[in-house]
T-cell receptor
């Protein structure tokens, strides 16, 4: 089993839709969690942190479920500019493990 | 402000040749990371430096790969000899003190080994 798993997608959604991705992790001792965004042929960029209590930033909401060992990212009112690959990151001591990403396409 | 700088942006080389990738982290950042990204394996951490000292190199695939950080503003990743399976995009990232999760990636070096 991979340490961090994501559905590769693509998720094709119309503008204005709400879409959610999950990311599961295998190491229950994992300490911190993040979402990064990567545009085609570009570098990854930090999108947001994932806190135990949940984290909201505008149209984006990230949540952590330690019992089931997954994190989620919810995007409301999708924009064309949200089209990208979303990578989850799970960290432990000196370990930064990226998922392979979920590709999102927002359609006009 | 300048971000993370990597060079070259593209490298095409023949199997068996030595390849050196270069990275200049963001000034003031004390952590530096080298990653490799492929379609099959995604983004893999190769090595992590903190204050110029290698902390975790367990991701380095084999002895053909080596990385150095002689000072706070420069790091290299060397592959010798290169093989076709090394073809990938290699990213360098840096992060500020105490915030290793907040990584700023360079534009990457796209390596093709023929």
């Amino acid at each position: 089993r991979k340490e961090v798993e994501q559905d590769p997608g693509p998720f094709n959604v119309p503008e204005g839709a709400t879409v959610a991705f999950n990311c599961t992790y295998s190491n229950s001792a994992s300490q911190s969690f993040f979402w990064y965004r990567q545009d085609c042929r570009k570098e990854p960029k930090l999108l947001m942190s994932v806190y135990s209590s949940g984290n909201e930033d505008g149209r984006f909401t990230a949540q952590l479920n330690r019992a089931s060992q997954y994190i989620s990212l919810l995007i409301r009112d999708s924009k064309l500019s949200d089209s990208a690959t979303y990578l989850c990151v799970v960290t432990g001591t000196y370990k930064y493990i990226f998922g392979t990403g979920t590709r999102l396409k927002v359609l006009a | 402000d300048a971000g993370v700088i990597q060079s070259p942006r593209h490298e095409v080389t023949e199997m068996g040749q030595e390849v050196t990738l270069r990275c200049k982290p963001i000034s003031g950042h004390n952590s530096l990371f080298w990653y490799r990204q492929t379609m099959m394996r995604g983004l893999e951490l190769l090595i992590y430096f903190n204050n110029n000292v290698p902390i975790d190199d367990s991701g380095m695939p084999e002895d053909r790969f080596s990385a150095k950080m002689p000072n706070a503003s420069f790091s290299t990743l060397k592959i010798q000899p290169s093989e076709p399976r090394d073809s990938a995009v290699y990213f360098c990232a840096s992060s500020p003190s105490g915030r290793a999760y907040e990584q700023y990636f360079g534009p990457g070096t796209r390596l093709t080994v023929t």
